[in-house]
C-alpha cells in the first residue's frame, strides 16, 4: 500500500533563504508525482508535476526533483519570499493505488519571515 | 488557464438536510473528484467519475453520492447531512489519458473549496 511522507511538517525561514522540502514514498512503481501548494482556507494550487520518466522539473523559482529508486522528491524553493508562505503538499499516482487515485502526504507548512 | 469552480465557497446546514455541492470545469477533462479535508487526516477520496453518468466509490464514499451528468459538471450530494460531515470538501479534475503520452496528462487541478458546516 502505497504512503506518502512529508518532513518537516512545518518550517520557518527568514526571507531570501532557499529551502528544501521533502516527500518520500514506500512504493516506486508510480506513474506520476505533483507538488501543490495550499493557502489557509482555499483550494490546492498545482505547481509541478513530474512524470515517472522524468528526474525534475522547474517553474521560476521552483525544482522539484524525482528519485524513484529511493522513493523521494524534493521541491526547491530558490531566495524565499513571505509569499511563499503556505502549506506545500505532495501527491502520488501509483500503480498499486490506480491511476486515477492519488495518495497526498500531509504537508509542510511553510513561514516566510521578513 | 484551467479553472475548476465549485459553487459555495461556505454553507450552512442543518442535520438532517439534503446537501448538493457543485463543481464545473472547463477544460474539458474526463475525470473529476470530490475531496474531503479535515485536520490530521489530509485529503480524503470520496468519488470520482472518468466520463458522464460513470462514477466510483473512493475511500469514505458512506453518506454521499455523486451526479454526473454533464462532462463539465460534478455534483457530490449529501442526502442527510451529520455533524461528522463538517469538513472543507474539495473538487478536482484531470485528464484520463494515460501517462504514455508524454505530456503534463494526469495533472490534477482543484477548485477553491467549499466550507460546509453541519450544525
Known amino acids: 500500500k502505497q504512503e506518502v511522507t512529508q518532513i518537516p511538517a512545518a518550517l520557518s525561514v527568514p526571507e531570501g533563504e532557499n529551502l528544501v522540502l521533502n516527500c518520500s514514498f514506500t512504493?516506486?512503481?508510480?506513474?506520476?508525482l505533483q507538488w501543490f501548494r495550499q493557502d489557509p482556507g482555499k483550494g490546492l494550487t498545482s505547481l509541478l508535476l513530474?512524470?515517472?520518466?522524468?528526474r525534475e522539473q522547474t517553474s521560476g523559482r521552483l525544482n522539484a526533483s524525482l528519485d524513484k529508486s529511493s522513493g523521494r522528491s524534493t521541491l526547491y524553493i530558490a531566495a524565499s519570499q513571505p509569499g511563499d508562505s503556505a502549506t506545500y503538499l505532495c501527491?502520488?499516482?501509483?500503480?498499486?493505488?490506480?491511476?486515477?487515485?492519488?495518495?497526498f502526504g500531509a504537508g509542510t507548512r511553510l513561514a516566510v519571515h521578513p | 488557464d484551467v479553472k475548476v469552480t465549485q459553487s459555495s465557497r461556505y454553507l450552512v446546514k442543518r442535520t438532517g438536510e439534503k446537501v448538493f455541492l457543485e463543481c464545473v470545469q472547463d477544460?474539458?477533462?474526463?475525470?473529476m473528484f470530490w475531496y474531503r479535508q479535515d485536520p490530521g487526516l489530509g485529503l480524503r477520496l470520496i468519488y470520482f467519475?472518468?466520463?458522464?453518468?460513470?462514477?466510483e466509490k473512493g475511500d469514505i464514499p458512506e453518506g454521499y453520492s455523486v451526479s454526473r451528468e454533464k462532462k463539465e459538471r460534478f455534483s457530490l450530494i449529501l442526502e442527510s447531512a451529520s455533524t461528522n460531515q463538517t469538513s472543507m470538501y474539495l473538487c478536482a479534475s484531470s485528464t484520463r489519458q494515460g501517462p504514455t503520452s508524454g505530456s503534463t496528462v494526469g495533472e490534477l487541478f482543484f477548485g477553491e473549496g467549499s466550507r460546509l458546516t453541519v450544525l
Open positions: 512504493d516506486s512503481a508510480i506513474y506520476n
Open positions: 477544460m474539458d477533462h474526463e475525470n
Open positions: 467519475s472518468y466520463d458522464v453518468k460513470m462514477k
Open positions: 513530474i512524470q515517472s520518466s522524468q
Open positions: 501527491a502520488v499516482r501509483s500503480f498499486s493505488g490506480g491511476y486515477n487515485k492519488l495518495i
